[in-house]
């Protein structure tokens, strides 16, 4: 889900489905009117463009008029027959997990740059850092040094030195300076038996799972201290 202005975005198995909040108008974007495929796996924002990873590579999608635009320089040609599960964006570069590994692309020039051969379904950058999860957590440090965290990791968010991780119907809370753990379940109030997501800002995690959503102010139990 991502929310531009006044339109939300929603990735779906059927394509790009947006809403205008102003009118309640909705809307979709499928391969009829150009996607490469269905299958939507994330979507980003990025210098006025919207740009979606499908199970055949990237679409950009203008913001203004919601029309797709033509790659006429063929800067995503290459990525056709990848599979993009995540992207991750700076100012000079597009990061994605595909099902061929991790890979950097330029935005100028469209140069791909392989970071690693792992197969990653959800990337976060942070920092000179970009860490992913292929069911076990790793970061890849500038220089694409590899380094293991944990395993049985489904999703995770950074919050300062904590990650807060989804393992199957469980959460856990790591400390990444003292390396403690706390874990989380069913008999702490998370309502279903499978987490589908977990996000987290400075005061609250939230879990998507099975069952509904769960909000956890975990910050008056867990103090930063560093």
Not at 131 to 148: A, F, V
Not at 206 to 218: C, H, Q, R
């Amino acid at each position: 889900i991502l929310r531009v202005g006044s339109t939300m975005y929603f990735g779906t198995m059927f394509g790009l489905l947006y809403l205008d909040l102003f009118n309640q108008n909705w809307n979709l974007i499928n391969v009829t009117k150009g996607l490469n495929d269905s299958a939507i796996w994330d979507i980003i924002e990025h210098d006025g463009s919207i740009y979606v990873a499908t199970a055949q590579g990237i679409n950009e999608i203008s913001i203004i008029n919601y029309s797709l635009i033509p790659d006429e320089d063929n800067r995503f040609k290459p990525l056709f027959n990848f599979s993009i599960y995540d992207m991750e964006a700076d100012s000079e570069f597009i990061y994605l997990a595909t099902d061929s590994g991790l890979l950097k692309m330029d935005w100028e020039n469209g140069y791909l740059t392989t970071l690693s051969h792992r197969e990653f379904r959800k990337i976060k950058l942070r920092g000179n850092s970009i860490s992913g999860t292929d069911d076990s957590l790793w970061i890849i440090k500038e220089g694409m040094e590899e380094k293991h965290i944990t395993s049985n990791v489904q999703d995770f968010d950074y919050c300062g030195p904590y990650i807060w991780i989804s393992q199957g119907g469980n959460a856990s809370l790591l400390d990444t300076v003292t390396s403690q753990v706390w874990e989380y379940d069913q008999s702490d109030g998370i309502p279903g038996k499978q987490i589908y997501g977990i996000n987290c800002d400075t005061d609250r995690v939230w879990l998507l799972t099975n069952k509904g959503i769960a909000f956890y102010n975990w910050k008056r139990y867990h103090h930063e201290k560093y």
